[in-house]
């Protein structure tokens, strides 16, 4: 039987990965992730599968972002049995991120009447049906097929699925990192692959350079301390927020800012960086030694982590010069919501966009430039000064995601090109059509296509 991919979700969005893999007659699904910030995600995420769950032998996870993960509990509440592999790490943040999303839905329920999900009970089912697997380290994820591991370097744990069977090798690249990193690992090369889906979040753009985004925050924070503003950074629990508290240690240890008092107002954020803490084996050497010479990565001197809403409510009050890091990444409710509310209409604000901003989010719409939007029901003015620093990003830009094609060039026969807005996916075919020579193609929501 020729293998074939079926694309259930990721395609014409960034987010709601969802591929299933048939193989050696087996049904192999990779992530099975929310769809956000676009109309309509609610009732896709609660809707039945387009496939019977209980016919799923195995599911393997490139990493824990919602979009990556966020369905799972359903899937297995909806009869799914088989094992659920990634790495250690990505399995420790999932219980995180589970664990608030709960939370969130619980919330939302008794404010909209929409039911929830699914409940702790099915994640637990779907936390004992998990099996962790390291990197580089090749397993027989059903008979005939071997699996294995290999970096992205997008956050924590990410990987590229690599499926062996016969000739083929199909890779799953997952979300792609923006290597060099600052201290996780580099993404891997595709040398060897046959047959690719490759994220495209930047499919149509470039990154600033790692300069380039380093010196614009360190004049956010010289311009914060001078007309002592507040600057405003909502930031993803994973790996944007580690990101960001490490440069600014970086900074405040060289001497190039000043510390100023930096609230860590994320309940979430502050448990995963705990789980890096715990897995510095997947940190570049460098970063390694560091920890080895006794510096904290992410801690520094006047860095305040708030844990309760009265601490939250209580940096509102705090003076001036301050920085302020919460969820959710786009401004899509979580605190940084609630800051929003209070200090976009001030002039002596500055907020600052540290990453990908999704169609339909108040990240976006802000990023627009509207000059007023909604926050819990209420229109609030936008005074505050916007500024985007795109460099932070943990995606790989369009020239380095086609450099990562060239590195499998020779064996690669065709590129599937997912995860990411139409005309980032459509522009990013193209591209390595034109610049590798190898057959990319933009699927279809739900097209099946056998790997010749």
């Not at 199909?170 to 690719?196: K, M, Q, Y």
């Not at 360190?218 to 993803?236: M, N, S, Y």
């Not at 801690?299 to 890091?325: E, G, M």
Request: glycine letters at 8%.
């Amino acid at each position: 039987m020729t293998p074939a991919i079926t694309f259930y979700g990721g395609v014409g969005t960034a987010t709601g990965a969802n591929f299933l893999l048939t193989i050696a007659d087996k049904r192999i699904l990779v992530d099975c992730g929310l769809l956000q910030g676009v109309s309509g995600s609610d009732a896709w995420n609660h809707a039945q599968f387009a496939y019977d769950p209980a016919t799923i032998d195995a599911l393997v996870i490139t990493h824990a972002h919602m979009d990556h993960i966020g369905r799972i509990p359903k899937l297995v509440k909806d009869g799914f049995r088989g094992h659920i592999y990634s790495t250690p790490a990505t399995l420790d943040m999932a219980r995180l991120m589970y664990e608030d999303a709960i939370g969130i839905m619980e919330r939302n329920a008794q404010e909209t009447g929409i039911a929830v999900m699914y409940s702790g009970n099915d994640v637990h089912q779907a936390v004992s049906q998990w099996k962790p697997v390291d990197y580089h380290t090749p397993f027989e994820i059903v008979p005939a097929v071997t699996c294995t591991f290999k970096d992205a370097g997008h956050i924590l744990g990410s990987i590229m699925a690599w499926f062996e069977h016969e000739h083929y090798a199909i890779v799953f690249t997952g979300d792609l990192g923006n290597s060099p990193a600052l201290f996780l690992r580099d993404s891997e090369s595709l040398e060897g692959a046959t047959h690719v889906v490759m994220e495209s979040v930047y499919g149509d753009r470039n990154h600033e350079s790692k300069e380039e985004r380093r010196r614009k925050l360190t004049e956010a924070i010289k311009d914060t301390v001078a007309h002592a503003r507040a600057l405003v950074i909502p930031a993803f629990s994973i790996e944007r927020t580690q990101d960001i508290l490490y440069e600014i240690n970086k900074l405040v240890e060289q001497g190039s800012v000043k510390p100023i008092p930096v609230y860590l107002d994320s309940p979430l954020a502050i448990r995963i960086t705990e789980v890096y803490r715990n897995y510095s084996r997947y940190f570049k050497p460098a970063a390694q030694q560091h920890i080895a010479e006794g510096d904290d990565l992410f801690r520094f001197p006047k860095l305040v982590v708030t844990r309760n809403i009265a601490q939250s409510d209580a940096i509102t009050h705090s003076p001036n010069p301050k920085i302020i890091i919460a969820g959710s990444g786009m401004s899509n409710g979580g605190r940084i919501a609630r800051h929003e509310k209070v200090l976009l209409p001030d002039e002596s604000t500055t907020l600052l966009l540290v990453g990908y901003q999704s169609l339909g989010t108040l990240g976006r719409k802000l990023w627009d430039g509207a000059k007023k939007v909604e926050i819990d029901g209420e229109e609030v003015a936008v005074r505050a000064r916007i500024q985007m620093i795109s460099g932070y990003s943990s995606h790989k830009d369009s020239d380095h995601l086609v450099e990562l094609v060239a590195t499998g060039q020779k064996t690669i026969k065709h590129i599937f090109i997912a995860m990411g807005e139409p005309k980032s996916s459509q522009f990013l075919a193209q591209k390595i059509r034109d610049t590798t020579g190898v057959a990319a193609v933009y699927p279809e929501l739900g097209s099946t296509h056998p790997l010749e």
